[in-house]
């Protein structure tokens, strides 16, 4: 809190909806005797055009910023909107008592002249082509699993933008949150409420959550006073399965949890986003077990995901435990994944460069970390020597590699507008004379401690993991891959994990490996596949996961054949 008597400033979006919900947060506040004000941020999402759609954090983010910077006490956010990759610095303190969970079906108001005949009208009743306009790929996959006749097409805008367009008949029904509308005092709207067991709705949706700086703990104190509990559990239960199944806020994965008394019951669902496969599955048990079942859950459909009947087939290359967002992206293209690690991460032993290096840090102005492996190793490292390296300045990649850092208490931590070893070499803001220490891996190139070098800057490289190519373990994977089919592409994120793949590959795979398209990660990964002898290369500027997947669907598109190909929904 900004001082003891000053009021809590509630950070919120201004849209309407935004407005009603910290009002409802203000109104909790306020019976617990706390005084505040309202704080309106314009986020990403109130900038976008009015028909784009919107990625996942676009309405947090900024509020989220305003909440580190200081300039709000509290913010207040629809649960299913936080992004599964929570900042550290921040903690949820209080879920408000959960509204309606679920999708509701929204139709044209009657004209004023034609009488109510008193019939509800659901889903089931809208005629073949009926048009439906949502803005959620969650929602459109299982529309069109449900009715595959519909034609379901994007629709994007704040609710009365959508309810205007609905009326205007640009479209012939819409569907969106319960909940919205209820606060919003548009129940009348609100045809039918969609069962979980055709749209699960996302996970947390209903419910309004409360962020708070994690180390505020006397606002925390304050905060917790209106929490609902049964909400939490359900809501936590929910998010821990998205994060399990490698989803985000905008992917086709619905969740529901239920809490009553010391049980939780948690329904789980995916679909592909042209609604050909859907998956949807249950569990119960003990109400503190939520996130052990959630991870349950997520195992069970995961499997289901990698494996579609009839999906074309992908080799990931990647170790297992940095796969599984670029599977549940694959799958929402209704790709099937094969995950085969052709490298495997061996952090260095202790007693060596990086644990001296860590001792004595106190000689550095900045530690740059350019890969979630080198922050996992140095996280090794810290727990062997017993110490938290919070001395010097600390430097990261991206967002993943920063998490890792955080969670070793690092609470400052730098990150370059483009997130990668160029975006460092450019942006960081180093002085000349500073010292730096680069922590890397083995293979790396030396392109970044030499731009460091030209900007004035005394570098130190240490090695922290060392990438050991075509592990044995992964013989397996490999062999079963072809024992079960085709396979029609491989990615790789390095010239290491092509190398590392071929070597494991018999002379058969190999042939049959290379005959497919290669989608790489950066033009030094694109260099090591052509060189190897794959003769179709598609190259991504990017690693982030739906990227790749959009990459790897429009690849996997363009080989069909017409006939197969006519008629998808992308």
């Known amino acids: 809190m900004s001082s003891p008597s000053a009021p809590v400033r509630i950070g919120t979006r201004g849209s309407a909806l935004a407005l009603a919900q910290a009002a409802i947060v203000a109104e909790s506040l306020a019976q617990s005797g706390v005084a505040h004000e309202v704080v309106v941020v314009q986020t990403a999402g109130d900038q976008r055009e009015p028909d784009t759609a919107w990625g996942e954090g676009a309405f947090v983010t900024a509020i989220e910023r305003a909440l580190i910077e200081g300039r709000v006490d509290v913010a207040v956010h629809s649960a299913k909107d936080i992004p599964t990759d929570e900042d550290p610095q921040l903690t949820v303190a209080a879920y408000l008592r959960r509204e309606e969970a679920r999708d509701a079906l929204v139709l044209p108001e009657a004209p004023p002249d034609v009488p109510s005949v008193g019939e509800e009208r659901g889903i089931d009743d809208l005629a073949a082509g009926a048009v439906i306009g949502t803005d959620s790929p969650r929602r459109t996959g299982f529309l069109r699993a449900h009715r595959p006749d519909l034609d379901v097409r994007p629709l994007h805008g704040n609710v009365d933008t959508r309810l205007r367009r609905l009326d205007a008949g640009e479209v012939d029904g819409l569907v969106l949150a319960a909940a919205g509308l209820i606060r919003l005092g548009r129940t009348d709207r609100i045809s039918q409420i969609l069962p979980v067991e055709i749209v699960p709705p996302a996970p947390g949706q209903g419910a309004i959550c409360v962020q708070i700086r994690a180390a505020d703990t006397a606002l925390h104190k304050v ?10 559990r359900a809501v936590e239960a929910e998010r821990a399965f998205l994060r399990a199944a490698g989803g985000g806020c905008r992917a086709p994965i619905g969740a529901f949890a239920f809490a009553a008394d010391d049980l939780l019951s948690l329904l789980g669902g995916f679909a592909t986003l042209d609604g050909r496969t859907t998956g949807l599955e249950q569990i119960s048990g003990s109400a503190d077990a ?17 494996r579609l009947p009839g999906a074309p087939r992908v080799i990931l290359t990647r170790p297992e435990e940095d796969s599984p967002k670029l599977v549940a992206r694959l799958a929402e293209h209704g790709i099937a994944t094969l995950v085969v690690p052709a490298i495997e991460i061996e952090p260095v032993g202790p007693g060596g460069d990086l644990d001296r290096q860590l001792s004595d840090l106190a000689g550095y102005d900045w530690v740059v970390v350019t890969s979630r492996n080198g922050a996992r190793a140095i996280s090794r490292a810290a727990m062997r020597l017993k110490t938290k390296p ?37 942006e960081l803001p180093v002085e000349t004379g500073q010292r730096i220490l680069l922590a890397r891996g083995a293979l790396a190139d030396d392109v970044l401690s030499g731009r460091l070098r030209s900007r004035g800057a005394e570098v130190n490289e240490v090695v922290a993991y ?21 396979v029609d592409a491989v990615i790789f994120a390095s010239p290491s994990a092509v190398r590392g793949l071929l070597s494991l590959a018999t002379d058969d795979e190999r042939s049959a490996i290379l005959a497919v398209p290669a989608i790489c990660i950066g033009p030094r990964t694109a260099a090591g596949a052509r060189a190897a002898g794959f003769a179709v290369i598609r190259e991504s500027s990017t690693r982030e996961a739906s990227a790749l997947a959009e990459l790897t669907a429009e690849t996997l598109h363009r080989r069909k054949p017409p006939e197969e190909s006519a008629g998808v929904a992308t």
């Open 390 to 426: 919070r001395v010097a300045r600390w430097a990261a990649v991206g967002v993943a590699t920063a998490r890792e850092l955080r969670a070793e208490g690092l609470t400052d931590v730098w990150l370059p507008v483009e997130t990668s070893a160029l975006g460092i070499a450019n």
């Open 223 to 232: 905060v917790a006073a209106i929490d609902d509990l049964p909400t939490r």
């Open 466 to 486: 060392v990438t050991r190519e075509a592990p044995a373990s992964s013989r397996a994977p490999l062999a079963g891959a072809f024992a079960d089919g085709t």
């Open 290 to 306: 939520g996130p052990a079942l959630a991870k349950e859950l997520a195992a069970r459909l995961t499997a289901r995901r990698a």
